[in-house]
Nanobody, 125 residues
Framework: QVQLEQSGGGSVQPGGSLTLSCTAS????????EAWFRQVPGKEREGVAV???????RYSDSVTGRFTISKDAAKNTLYLQMNNLKPLHTGMYCC???????????????????WGQGTQVTVSS
């Protein structure tokens, strides 16, 4: 089982930036696709960004052009750079990874096996 340890998050004003990190307990060359999800109370978990081992990426409409998913393989760490944040981006962000080496780019939670503990992002003035 892969353990994912998250850091980052916090509160920021609209237009601000934050970076989330997610460090895996294993060599991530053994991990398939990786993603970030946002959870808001009363709503379904939403996939916001996903990358596959080929470094291809996909973003939800609400974050395209604002968020960037990236990975530092030497550190086994996944990042989510969030720029020009809006109040609608508020939520609990979780990283996720799949054990299956697969090159599709789903934004659905059932495509992922292991999850980080979550970190809160609040965007408000």
């Amino acid at each position: 089982q892969v353990q994912l340890e998250q850091s980052g998050g916090g509160s920021v004003q609209p237009g601000g930036s934050l970076t989330l990190s997610c460090t895996a307990s294993v060599d991530t060359s053994r991990v398939g696709r990786e993603a970030w999800f946002r959870q808001v109370p009363g709503k379904e978990r939403e996939g916001v960004a996903v990358r596959n081992p080929d470094d291809r990426t996909r973003y939800s409409d609400s974050v395209t052009g604002r968020f960037t998913i990236s990975k530092d393989a030497a550190k086994n760490t996944l990042y989510l750079q969030m720029n020009n944040l809006k109040p609608l981006h508020t939520g609990m962000y979780c990283c996720a990874s799949s054990r299956l080496l697969c090159f599709s780019l789903p934004l659905s939670s059932d495509a992922f096996d292991d999850w980080g503990q979550g970190t809160q992002v609040t965007v408000s003035s």
